[in-house]
């Protein structure tokens, strides 16, 4: 019963974010792809509250959250029920420029997607992570009603990343409020079945491409599975990582995009420290290819302002703070055997198939150039993560225990760039 319980706290969260819904992109999508947008913007909403409270000294239970949450659903729901804006009206005139996807396509994306639901459930795919520290700052702060900065200090805890973003233990803790006071692990792995889910739909609903969202329906899954993902942080960051990417490519020239690209950035920062450098990735690529700073500023503020409170928040609570990890000594020397590590774990054990199929795309491709964005943040995080690497004099084992899941974000990338230069309309 309690896993149950669990789960349905994380179908509750696209209705406390459904207020994203006002959004002219989001109307023109599909359900499945509103629904994921909706997803995205309460996971935010909801970690946000949880932090937020923590800040203020308020310890946050089932009641206060149900409160202070409900209210943000009710609102959510009054705004979706808003009638259109007159530019809203206008634009679904419009016929859709992207090619609607047939059933036989939903159908082959369901296929991996079952699987890795059959992975989940049986258990064959779990995240060490989950077990070793985000479940347990899951319960720490759910017991303490807070971000527990006590237990974040702790001696023995230095090693489990106490400086890592709030977001995941915030959302596991309230997935605790409703699985009658026990943690349930079950529901917080089968949470990357959603993430895996709602990545899929964006690519699926932003771009109209069937076959491109089969391709990252597959690849995800199968990269979840090799790099046992599930549980951990990494689901998450992806997904969020898929917004942002669908709005500055497939959605850029719609109105509210930047919403959502900011939303996407918030999340992925909110939720590793690979997902600040994603972000950051982001706005170099969005300042090198598009050149507008207005608008790149505009996506970038709120990432910058969440970020750097979390930041604060780790000075003044005296954490182990990873942030400044660039400053570090760097070993020159390890760079070619971190170079040969990282390409073999690339391979994915299977011949490094996920990467040779979006290159093989782009080659293949008209519009190569409409790859340029996504290709600079795939080179980007690629790089960023090479460089961390190489921080140790032998970074072996950090490379095996980690690259499978951290090179997701520029694999992830590198899909998107092969999809938008496949795509019909010019981007």
């Known amino acids: 019963m309690s896993d149950l319980l669990g789960f349905a706290a994380f179908l509750l969260l696209p209705l406390i974010g459904i207020g994203i819904w006002r959004l002219d992109v989001v109307r023109r999508l599909p359900l499945p ?33 149900f409160v202070v949450l409900g209210i943000v659903a009710c609102a959510g729901v009054l705004v979706g029920r808003s009638a259109p ?10 016929p859709p420029s992207r090619p609607q996807p047939t059933v036989p396509w939903k159908l082959l994306m369901l296929v991996f997607v079952m699987l890795t639901a059959y992975g989940l459930m049986t258990a064959r795919e779990s995240a060490g992570d989950l077990h070793f520290f985000w479940g347990p700052k899951a319960v720490r702060f759910f017991r303490a009603g807070k971000i527990d900065a006590d237990y974040l200090r702790r001696p023995d805890y230095q090693p ?17 409020t409703l699985s009658s006071g026990t943690f349930s692990w079950t529901a917080a792995v089968a949470s990357t ?32 599975a090799v790099g046992f993902a599930a549980g951990g ?24 995009s930047d919403v959502l690209a900011a939303l996407g950035l918030c999340g992925a920062a909110w939720t590793k420290i690979e997902g600040a450098t994603f972000a950051i990735a982001v706005v170099l690529a969005l ?41 570090m000594d760097v070993y ?40 340029t964005l996504p290709a600079v943040v795939a080179v980007l995080t690629l790089a960023v993560s090479i460089f961390f690497y190489i921080h140790l004099p032998d970074p072996t084992w950090w490379i095996l225990a ?26």
């Open 402 to 427: 980690s690259a499978p899941r951290v090179l997701l974000t520029p694999l992830l990338a590198l899909l998107v760039g092969a999809l938008a230069a496949w795509h019909p309309r010019p981007i």
């Open 287 to 327: 300042l090198l290819v598009r050149r507008d700073w207005k608008r790149t500023l505009r996506i970038a503020a709120a990432p910058a302002l969440l970020l750097g409170a979390w930041v604060v928040f780790v000075r003044v609570a005296h954490l182990l703070e990873l942030y400044r990890g660039a400053a």
């Open 193 to 224: 079945l959603l993430f895996l889910f709602g990545s899929v739909f964006l690519i699926h609903g932003a771009s109209g491409d069937g076959p491109g969202a089969l391709l990252v329906a597959a690849t995800l899954s199968y990269a979840y």
């Open 33 to 65: 792809a509103r629904l994921s947008a909706a997803l995205a913007a309460g996971i935010l909403i909801t970690t946000i509250v949880m932090a937020t409270l923590s800040l203020f000294g308020i310890q946050w239970n089932r009641t206060k959250l």
């Open 160 to 176: 489990a990343h106490p400086d890592y973003p709030p977001l995941l233990p915030l959302l596991y803790a309230w997935s605790h």
């Open 233 to 256: 942080a990494d689901p998450p960051l992806i997904f969020f990582e898929t917004l942002t990417l669908v709005a500055v490519m497939f959605l850029n020239e719609e109105r509210g």
């Open 332 to 371: 020159w020397k390890a760079l070619i055997p971190t170079l040969r590590t990282v390409a073999g774990t690339a391979t994915y054990e299977l011949f490094g198939l996920p990467w040779i199929v979006p290159v093989v795309l782009l080659l293949l491709a008209r519009n190569r150039r409409a790859a």
């Open 85 to 94: 804006s007159a530019a809203s009206k206008d634009a679904e005139k419009i």
